[in-house]
């Protein structure tokens, strides 16, 4: 399995990069909403990490964009729940 073969593994991939790196991203962030369940999957994500990963991640969209923060928001988190689905499935 590749995760460029899977719906977001692409963000997960980078965000796990940026983490190993100590760098904050908003794919990092959203590993870290998903640490728990990607950690069951058998993924090495640090327990440690910034106390509300959600709050941050919307907060680093709109410093970009505030009109479109939420869309993106809940379009990495679908593809953060599809990855993790996928995972899941052995796809």
Same mark, same amino acid.
Do not use: K
């Given at each position: 399995?590749?995760?460029?073969? !899977? $719906?977001?593994?692409?963000? #997960?991939?980078?965000?796990?990069?940026? #983490?190993?790196?100590?760098?904050?991203?908003?794919?990092? !962030?959203?590993? @870290? #909403?998903?640490? $728990?369940?990607?950690?069951?999957? %058998?993924?090495?994500? $640090?327990?440690? %990490?910034?106390? =509300?990963?959600?709050? %941050? !991640?919307?907060?680093?969209?709109? =410093?970009?964009?505030?009109?479109?923060?939420?869309?993106?928001?809940?379009? @990495?988190?679908? !593809?953060?729940?599809?990855?993790?689905?996928?995972?899941?499935?052995?796809?």
């Amino acid at each position: 399995m590749t995760f460029d073969s !899977l $719906p977001g593994g692409a963000l #997960i991939h980078q965000g796990l990069a940026d #983490i190993a790196a100590d760098r904050v991203s908003a794919e990092a !962030l959203l590993v @870290m #909403i998903g640490a $728990p369940r990607l950690r069951n999957l %058998g993924f090495d994500v $640090p327990d440690s %990490g910034p106390p =509300e990963p959600e709050l %941050g !991640l919307y907060r680093l969209l709109a =410093e970009s964009d505030a009109d479109s923060a939420h869309a993106r928001y809940n379009a @990495m988190i679908r !593809l953060l729940v599809s990855f993790e689905r996928a995972v899941e499935s052995g796809a």
